[in-house]
């Protein structure tokens, strides 16, 4: 599955797996618990996941990715952790589970949504889209957003 974000600075085409895996190893270490608003801007993607486009704020977005960046900077696969909803797509359910969590990949025998060797470091397989979504929301205004649409959806 493919996320398309869109800003005033660009336009970029991004794999769901790699938003997958950081929004579920920020909601796991970051967060104090699923539902948290501390990550707002990443968490408003998963609707987009469902084939509902919608919009974050480029300084929200750009600002959460910085400090998911710097935060996760030690971790590795072998620790990195898995959401329900993640697994849930992964193994072709088509609703969103009713509870939120998250689990360490490993310790379940759950797959991440990414292929590595264990000792590889998370950022590895995060760079491209983190990098992709700096670029593009690189001196946004506090006014703009970046639309974000599932490839191949039409908007309702």
């Given at each position: 599955?493919q ?8 336009e970029?085409?991004l794999d769901?797996?790699?938003y997958a ?18 990550f ?9 996941v ?11 977005l750009?600002?959460?990715l ?11 696969l ?5 959401s329900?909803?993640?697994?849930a797509?992964?193994?072709?359910c088509?609703r969103?589970?009713?509870?939120r969590?998250?689990v ?16 590889q470091?998370l950022?590895?397989?995060i760079?491209?889209?983190v990098?992709a979504l700096?670029?593009i929301t690189?001196c ?5 957003d970046?639309?974000?649409?599932r490839a ?5």
């Amino acid at each position: 599955m493919q996320l398309i974000f869109k800003s005033p600075r660009g336009e970029t085409l991004l794999d769901w797996s790699e938003y997958a895996l950081l929004r579920d190893n920020v909601q796991h270490y970051l967060e104090s618990g699923p539902g948290q608003t501390a990550f707002a801007a990443l968490h408003a993607v998963e609707r987009v996941v469902d084939g509902v486009p919608g919009s974050v704020s480029a300084v929200g977005l750009r600002r959460e990715l910085q400090r998911a960046w710097s935060a996760l900077a030690d971790l590795k696969l072998a620790e990195s952790a898995v959401s329900l909803r993640t697994r849930a797509i992964l193994t072709g359910c088509d609703r969103p589970p009713a509870v939120r969590g998250t689990v360490i990949a490993r310790q379940t025998g759950w797959s991440l949504p990414v292929v590595g060797e264990d000792d590889q470091p998370l950022r590895a397989h995060i760079g491209s889209f983190v990098a992709a979504l700096l670029t593009i929301t690189e001196c946004a205004a506090t006014t703009d957003d970046v639309s974000v649409t599932r490839a191949g959806v039409s908007a309702p």
